[in-house]
């Protein structure tokens, strides 16, 4: 049976590391907040920019912009979007793990990767998976600039035909408490048919212009929506899997308190024994 100190002192480690769980959470919280707000600021602009190129697409010649061209597929590139840090539950092992099964059925030596974020970082380097760039330690001071420099870096990579085709694997803010893991194709732009009536607008200037100015544009909004959904759905991540931690110090503290009151319980009445054992033998 546990001594009474080496119990004392796991209650004393774990109320401590209940005090760390409960700050992270709060911490989370607070940026989970902030990346909300931003997240839901951009997602209608993203879909509506989505939407009006849907719409231009099958008006204008593909061979108008080299963003467009849709090639022989030899070669395809990821991009996978992690964190920098850990303690956030299953978020950076759920994308790595879908990214990986992807990539391994297409054959590694047939991918370049895109890493975003260390984790994704140090977990293809240490399978020697061919790693392009890797972009890390900016998720603190997040913004658009840092989409754009990316999503150019991305975007040469396609336009130099190292690669056919570019996925993005990202987490999708859901709610708080769900993130969705999604694989979407980012070039060459490609959308299908759909059965939505059409109407017949009246566009100045040309479709053609328009698809010009706007497609450089969607890409970099798309890369700003991949780290936005992402860097939400971390930060609830996190809250979420520090809240659980908090619970479980919770009973782990209450059984140790058991534990303990049941060991002191126990020494004391052996003690009792003892002295009762003494004086009976002195009587006697």
């Not at 694989?183 to 009536?197: C, F, R, S, V, W």
């Not at 109407?199 to 100015?213: A, F, G, N, T």
């Not at 959904?229 to 140790?256: H, W």
Request: some cysteine.
């Amino acid at each position: 049976m546990a001594n009474l100190k080496n119990i004392r002192d796991r209650i004393k480690s774990v109320k401590s590391i209940q005090k760390v769980t409960k700050a992270m959470k709060m911490v989370a919280a607070a940026k989970m907040r902030r990346a909300q707000e931003n997240m839901e600021q951009a997602r209608p602009y993203s879909s509506r920019l989505t939407e009006i190129i849907q719409n231009l697409l099958p008006d204008v010649d593909r061979g108008l912009l080299p963003l467009l061209n849709v090639r022989e597929v030899k070669r395809v590139a990821y991009v996978v979007v992690t964190s920098d840090k850990g303690l956030a539950g299953s978020f950076n092992f759920s994308v790595l793990r879908k990214s990986q099964n992807e990539i391994d059925e297409l054959g590694k030596e047939n991918v370049d990767v895109f890493c975003i974020g260390k984790k994704a970082g140090d977990h293809f380097k240490s399978r020697r998976y061919t790693i392009i760039e890797s972009h890390v330690d900016f998720w603190g001071d997040l913004n658009f600039n840092h989409a754009i420099k990316i999503g150019n870096g991305i975007v040469s990579h396609f336009l130099n035909e190292n690669v056919d085709e570019i996925f993005v694997v990202y987490n999708k803010f859901v709610n708080v408490a769900s993130q969705m893991v999604l694989t979407e194709q980012l070039l060459p732009l490609e959308y299908e048919a759909d059965d939505k009536t059409v109407i017949d607008r009246l566009y100045e200037p040309s479709k053609d212009e328009i698809v010009k100015s706007l497609v450089p544009r969607h890409l970099n909004v798309q890369m700003w929506k991949y780290l936005l959904e992402s860097y939400a759905s971390e930060q609830a991540a996190r809250m979420v899997a520090m809240e659980n931690a908090t619970t479980n110090s919770e009973d782990m503290i209450k059984d140790l308190t058991l534990e303990f009151n049941k060991v002191r319980q126990a020494t004391i009445t052996t003690e009792m024994l003892e002295i009762v054992s003494g004086a009976e033998a002195l009587k006697g």
